[in-house]
């Protein structure tokens, strides 16, 4: 059975070494291949799930995948409204620490997901935030393992605006050594201290990193990522044309994939059809968007049996 070394919470993509990913992968493609060997993984064990933002995909995989490892998944919406304002974050953590085995949230701010991990007593998984969106990176790192023999020699393109899920790619695609390219409109790239990071792994790694505003460097790729242009939190009516013209020639479609000669396409959901993926090409036998959306339970279920799974 695949043991993950040295994970105490899943927060960032950056603190995670090359082979607890491929250890995570591993153990994410074994529970999917025989669930029933993990039924009793979380037996006993409460996992206390916070989300401050809307979600379908994160809060039902891992609804539904803690209550196939036996465990049982308590959902805290947004009646509690924004952490930090009822009470402190780090009064909410060691309330949770209480009861709960783990705490999975979603949050507006990063700095949220590091006060809960320093104040409570119990793991910490991101289930997304401004700044990361590890899960999600996870899900499509074994997706694309299923779709490459080699993942090594893989080169992922994402195509759009940077935000949490793009950073999370860019983050495990150095560490992995995996080429990674992000193309993204003037005034929409990464934060800067990210991109440091990944560009410091890539050397180690040997990882390809190009970040570039310019579509039509996008060279020879095998898969092509988008997402949302417009991310949870930063939602302003009065900017909205502006950003869809600003961010049309990044529109991923059947033109840009034979451009690349990239065979799959990949996208977290919600897609916005017809915005930063056509629905022709999101509706095709390319995308592995529902492929990464079942992922993510087992992704998921691969940290949390590796948190605090029973021996
Ligand atoms: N970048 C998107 C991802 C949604 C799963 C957002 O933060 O809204």
New binding site residues.
């Given amino acids: 059975m695949t043991t993950v070394k040295d994970l105490s919470h899943y927060l960032a993509d950056d603190q995670l070494s090359k082979q607890q990913i491929l250890d995570l992968i591993t153990l994410a493609i074994a529970i999917k291949k025989t669930p029933e060997n993990y039924s009793q993984a979380l037996a006993g064990k409460s996992v206390a799930m916070i989300f401050e ?1 809307p ?1 379908l ?2 809060h039902v995989s891992f609804d539904i995948g803690i209550n196939k490892l036996g465990g049982h998944a308590l959902y805290l919406g947004q009646q509690n409204g924004k952490l930090g304002e009822r009470e402190r974050v780090s009064d909410y953590a060691k309330n949770l620490s209480c009861y709960a085995d783990a705490i999975v949230a979603r949050v507006f701010e990063n700095n949220s997901i590091e006060q809960l991990a320093q104040h409570g007593s119990v793991p910490v998984i991101n289930a ?1 935030c ?1 700044l990361y ?1 590890p899960c ?1 990176a996870l899900a499509d790192f074994v997706t694309l393992a299923e779709n490459f023999s080699d993942l090594e020699k893989v080169k992922l393109a994402y195509v759009g ?1 940077a ?4 950073n999370s790619l860019m983050l495990m695609a150095s560490i992995l050594g995996v080429d990674f390219t992000l193309v993204c409109p003037e005034g929409f790239g990464p934060d800067l201290n990210i991109a440091n990071k990944a560009i410091a792994f890539g050397k180690v790694s040997g990882a390809k990193l190009l970040l570039t505003h310019d579509i039509t460097e996008l060279g020879s790729q095998d898969a092509i990522y988008t ?2 242009w ?5 939602e302003d009516p009065a900017k909205k044309s502006a950003i869809l013209a600003t961010f049309s020639p990044y529109q991923v479609n059947h033109k840009l994939m034979a451009k690349a000669g990239a065979s799959i396409v990949m996208h ?3 897609a916005h059809l017809e915005e930063e993926i056509t629905t022709k090409l999101f509706d095709s036998e390319m995308s592995v968007a529902f492929q990464s959306a079942e992922n993510r339970m087992w992704a998921q279920n691969a940290v949390l049996v590796t948190l605090l799974g029973n021996e």
């Fill in positions: 933002k979600s995909r994160t997304l401004d969106h999600q605006d935000n949490n899920v793009s997402d949302t417009i991310s949870m939190g930063d977290c959901q919600p």
